[in-house]
Nanobody
């Protein structure tokens, strides 16, 4: 059983930065994909970013390109999402998700992910 635990959420003013983390209880297989999703208030959950094991490939939603950066640590058991130039519309519950295998062109499809964290709240005030 793989457990994912997010941390680092909080409140920040528009234009500010925040880094959230996702720690895994297990070392993943050689080829895996870890992703960040978010659910804004009253809206559906959406893919934000994803990274393939080894950091070889990164994927971003158009709404966050150039502002958010996904990365992983050397041990590859923690994934980070650095969020810069935050906007009020970035306010959401952020979830970490993981799957065995590559991310691929449909990395943003939540049905592909087997493991999920409980989420961490990010609130951006104007």
């Amino acid at each position: 059983e793989v457990h994912l635990v997010e941390s680092g959420g909080g409140s920040v003013e528009a234009g500010g930065s925040l880094r959230i983390s996702c720690a895994s209880s297990s070392v993943f297989y050689a080829d895996y994909c870890m992703a960040w999703f978010r659910r804004p208030p009253g809206k559906e959950r959406e893919g934000v970013a994803a990274i393939r094991s080894g950091g070889y490939s990164e994927y971003y939603a158009d709404s966050v390109k150039g502002r958010f950066t996904v990365s992983q640590d050397n041990a590859e058991s923690t994934v980070y999402l650095l969020m810069n130039t935050l906007k009020p519309e970035d306010t959401a519950m952020y979830y970490c998700a993981a799957k065995v295998g590559s991310c691929g062109s449909t990395w943003y499809s939540e049905s592909r992910y087997s493991y999920w964290g409980q989420g961490t709240q990010v609130t951006v005030s104007s």
